[in-house]
């Protein structure tokens, strides 16, 4: 059974950093050019955050967090991280990564992450 599932969630003051972490049952079969995170903000839909690019070294992100957020992939821990600095209370929300296998995407059950002081 394909598994994906989200860690690192928590509470944090403004101006702070947390690292959230994904985990892939099958990671080697997803496609690498389709690991992305998205949130769901209270009040609002769930919204794309970043995807990885192909090369795994890089990342194409929202408006919202450009600058302060990086995705990255651990292929060794079959991991894909996401590095949120600088987090504002606007990031408030819970966060889902999502991977793409034989052309299914495939969801955690998302970690919250307050920013509050």
């Known amino acids: 059974q394909v598994q994906v599932m989200e860690s690192g969630g928590g509470l944090v003051q403004p101006g702070g950093s947390l690292r959230l972490s994904c985990a892939f049952s099958e990671f080697t079969r997803f496609r690498k050019d389709a690991m992305s995170w998205f949130r769901q903000t209270p009040g609002k839909e769930r919204e794309w955050v970043t995807t990885i690019l192909l090369d795994g070294l890089s990342g194409i992100y929202a408006d919202s967090v450009k600058g302060r957020f990086i995705i990255s992939k651990d292929d060794d821990k079959n991991l894909v991280h996401l590095q949120m600095n600088d987090l504002r209370p606007e990031d408030t929300g819970v966060y889902y990564c999502?991977?793409?296998?034989?052309?299914?995407?495939?969801w955690g059950q998302g970690t919250q992450v307050t920013v509050s002081t």
């Open positions: 999502r991977g793409n296998l034989g052309g299914y995407y495939y």
